[in-house]
């Protein structure tokens, strides 16, 4: 079975501090996410990797900044935390199969992220 | 824009009880339609993936199913148990986005003893 790790299960951090959110899976996906998950607001995509030092914005990509410099690790920075990003945060994976209709997503067990 | 919509977004029915959770989608052109279940503070359990050539898909107790046509999935669970209670999501990847997928909100089930 495919494993994605999120280093954090709780973290708490203070107003101004850089924040560090690591993912790792290890089957060797070329397509890595980040997502956000809030009450009401559902699953939101901050930001999509396709390969090693490829990005993309996702829909909320505003004060989130990514690196993949390894295929297995995605990380996602908090340059200058703010109350507003307290959230959980979703690492996902996939395998990129081009046009198939049998890519399937896998997530790690998430990081809940208190901004204080 | 493609949307995705769970309703009802919360069900409570006692133990033993089948029942259907809903999922529909504006844009029928889609590469596949996936079924996930959180459990409360954690993250995603893949339970189904329905390609867009398929009908249903089937695992234990879970059936899913797939109208494309008609934009909707339909999550079927048979004689429900207390710890089927969690959040069932519902996602679409559309064939305009690639690897992006598209989430419903979820619906929240709660299976009473």
């Known amino acids: 079975d495919v494993k994605v790790t999120q280093s954090s299960r709780y973290l708490v951090k203070r107003t101004g501090e850089k924040v560090f959110l690591e993912c790792v899976q290890d089957m060797d996906h070329e397509n890595m996410f980040w997502y956000r998950q809030d009450p009401g607001l559902g699953l939101r995509l901050i930001y999509f990797?396709?390969?090693?030092?490829?990005?993309e914005k996702g829909d909320i990509p505003e004060g989130y900044s990514v690196s993949r410099e390894k295929k297995e690790r995605f990380s996602l920075i908090l340059e200058s935390a703010s109350t507003n990003q307290t959230s959980m945060y979703l690492c996902?994976?996939?395998?990129?199969?081009?046009?198939?209709?049998?890519?399937?997503?896998?997530f790690g067990s998430g990081t809940q992220l208190s901004v204080l | 824009k493609q949307e995705v919509t769970q309703i009802p977004a919360a069900l409570s029915v006692p133990e033993g009880e089948n029942l259907v959770l809903n999922c529909s989608f504006t844009?029928?052109?889609?590469?596949?339609l996936q079924w996930f279940r959180q459990d409360p503070g954690k993250g995603l359990t893949s339970l189904l993936l329905?390609?867009?050539?398929?009908r249903e898909q089937t695992s234990g107790r879970l059936n899913a199913s797939l109208d494309k046509s008609s934009g909707r999935s339909t999550l079927y669970i048979a004689a429900s148990q207390p710890g089927d209670s969690a959040t069932y999501l519902c996602?679409?990847?559309?064939?305009?986005?690639?690897?992006?997928?598209?989430f419903g909100e979820g619906t929240q089930l709660t299976v009473n003893p």
């Open positions: 996602a679409v990847r559309p064939e305009t986005s690639g690897s992006r997928l598209t």
């Open positions: 329905i390609q867009s050539s398929q």
């Open positions: 844009d029928s052109a889609i590469y596949n």
């Open positions: 996902a994976s996939s395998l990129y199969v081009g046009y198939s209709t049998n890519e399937k997503l896998f």
């Open positions: 990797s396709y390969d090693v030092k490829m990005k």
